[in-house]
């Protein structure tokens, strides 16, 4: 048997390695457009700005380890031109010489991923505007940065990322840490889609404080050149804002799929470019297969549903599964992405799984929302930190349909353990009722999560009613409803006041104090995190209070958000 590979990295590599472990007498030909096969893609960030200094770890394998290893035939440099799906052949182009050959298939698996968007704005093939999408990119940013470290005198480097998406940030970071001033461009009203806006913007305020300057909402529609530096572009934004000459420009507009020669050999695509594969990862075509970025895959949390999830780990999962499907005889099932990812900015990390508030909202599904803001471990040991983690969910089955986390540490884990369940359809029940390890350096014995299962439990039973963090700015404003914080006044005069007109009793005096709260209003009560308004709330309903609603998220997701005390 034979097969042809196009594209390696993480799915085709991955794909040509069980291929070989499940067939020792197999030909598989695998071809990689550019010199590498098998790199280390989500490192490059890390190699610019300094954190990997090994250049020579960036590439995973190579040809020759490849072929010493497993016999395969890797031929770097090579760009498939078309594909004659009826002749069951591929013709390709060897980049270093111009000669074109054909090759002939039994399987073909399409492993071609995804290449950086570049929109046809003036100026954007200017020198000094790179993507990040392979080695060569990465070498060439950090040489123009060694170059502008000698050219430019020290402190005044300016740097533009334009895009706030997971790169986009690795690179401000990165940036940063070479000693650059950065501007962060993002067209969307916040930076980093996958998060909600309550959650991105603990983000976004860390690398504000950092000295980075941060512009969300408007779009670049100009690049041209510096009359000073040649070499520098003045970057005219949607709004009309010019921003000062950048020495360097990362282009981190998102990724397309890498797919049209996939397209012209008639092989299903969706309008974007995506490849429309089955459950198995088979094309419309026989003997045609599909994995990686360019691939449109199930939703698992939406049946018949399909979406576009461009990360490493579901891809190199498809490789291996296609090999299987491939060479054993039981079809295996591909049960579709969850979108498990994290990113690090600077000293604070962000995870996520499954789908958002926004798009929850979008697809009108019943939900409700929980934020919880505990330790990281537990609070009498030294170092913990908070995390502050976001459950998305069926306010009336329990089915979980997102979460995000936010924090300096514990923040992926508490997400792996989310997405887990989410895989075993377990609901916020179950996350409460999970036993997860503890020793106080590294958790409590009420874990985050269990903690974020306790929250959305409670509104599953009816237990709590609440407002979102969004709605308080009206409510504040209603003269129906009174904000009620149950805080010490110590904390309100260090973190700040709600609302000029909240009422501030502590929880431990509400009970003596209930009469100086009007039973004929809505009444809403806030604390820091939330759980001591949650006890307010239980005090109030079970004294009679009938219109009562806790705060989402309390101050502290409130504040996040809206820095100043409403009506101040």
């Not at 490849?66 to 031109?81: A, P």
């Not at 889609?193 to 779009?219: C, F, H, K, S, Y």
């Not at 020793?439 to 407002?467: I, R, T, W």
């Amino acid at each position: 048997m034979k097969i042809v590979i196009i594209g390696g990295v993480a799915g085709g590599a991955s794909a040509a390695a069980r291929a070989r472990r499940l067939d020792e007498k197999a030909e598989i030909v695998l071809l990689q457009s550019g010199p590498d096969v098998s790199y280390a893609s989500c490192g490059m960030p890390y190699f610019i700005g300094g954190e990997i200094a090994d250049r020579n770890k960036m590439a995973v394998q190579t040809p020759k380890s490849l072929n010493d290893r497993l016999e395969l035939d890797v031929r770097v440099n090579t760009r498939v031109q078309n594909i004659d799906t009826k002749q069951k052949q591929v013709e390709a182009l060897n980049e270093a010489t111009g000669e074109t050959y054909k090759e002939g298939y039994d399987h073909l698996i399409l492993a071609v991923g995804a290449e950086p968007f570049k929109p046809p704005i003036p100026g954007i093939d200017r020198p000094g505007l790179f993507s990040l999408r392979s080695l060569q990119d990465m070498d060439k940013i950090a040489s123009w940065l060694d170059k502008k470290a000698k050219d430019v005198p020290k402190g005044d480097l300016h740097c533009v990322v334009a895009g706030a998406g997971f790169v986009g940030l690795e690179m401000v970071e990165q940036l940063v840490n070479r000693g650059a001033n950065v501007t962060l461009v993002e067209m969307m009203p916040q930076i980093l889609g996958p998060l909600d806006e309550e959650m991105a913007i603990l983000l976004q305020n860390d690398l504000t404080n950092r000295g980075v300057e941060v512009i969300t909402g408007d779009g670049i529609s100009e690049f041209k050149a510096s009359e000073k530096d040649p070499e520098a572009s003045i970057l005219t934004l949607s709004s009309g804002r010019t921003l000062l000459a950048a020495h360097l420009t990362i282009l981190g507009l998102g990724v397309r799929p890498d797919t049209k020669v996939i397209k012209a050999a008639g092989i299903e695509c969706t309008p974007r470019g995506h490849i429309v594969v089955n459950e198995h990862l088979q094309t419309n075509t026989p003997n045609v297969w599909a994995v990686g970025d360019a691939v449109e895959i199930n939703n698992p949390l939406l049946p018949g549903e399909k979406w576009a999830v461009p990360l490493a780990g579901p891809a190199n999962r498809q490789g291996r599964m296609v090999a299987d499907n491939i060479f054993r005889g039981e079809m295996r099932k591909y049960k579709g992405t969850y979108g498990t990812s994290v990113v690090r900015s600077f000293e604070l990390y962000a995870a996520a799984v499954g789908m958002n508030e926004k798009m929850v909202a979008a697809k009108k599904l019943p939900y409700s929302c929980v934020h919880v803001h505990p330790g990281s471990h537990a609070g009498y040991y030294p170092g913990a930190k908070s995390v502050h983690l976001k459950l998305i969910f069926d306010p009336k089955k329990g089915n979980i349909y997102g979460a995000q986390a936010v924090g300096e540490d514990g923040v992926e884990k508490r997400i792996d353990v989310i997405a887990t369940a989410m895989q075993g359809h377990l609901t916020v029940d179950d996350l409460a009722d999970l036993e997860l390890c503890y020793a106080p350096p590294v958790g409590s014995a009420k874990d985050v999560v269990n903690m974020a299962g306790m929250a959305a439990q409670n509104v599953v039973e009816g237990l709590v009613s609440q407002v979102e963090w969004k709605d308080l700015e009206k409510l504040a404003r209603d003269e129906g409803t009174l904000l009620v914080d149950v805080r010490n006044p110590g904390e309100i005069e260090s973190h700040g006041r709600l609302a000029h007109n909240a009422i501030n009793i502590p929880l431990n005096d509400l009970r003596r104090r209930l009469n100086e709260i009007p039973k004929d209003k809505h009444i809403v009560v806030s604390c820091q995190s939330g759980q001591r308004a949650y006890y307010a709330y239980r005090i109030l309903k079970q004294h009679g209070f009938e219109n009562v609603d806790n705060l989402g998220g309390a101050f502290l997701t409130f504040h996040s958000i809206h820095p100043e005390e409403i009506g101040a």
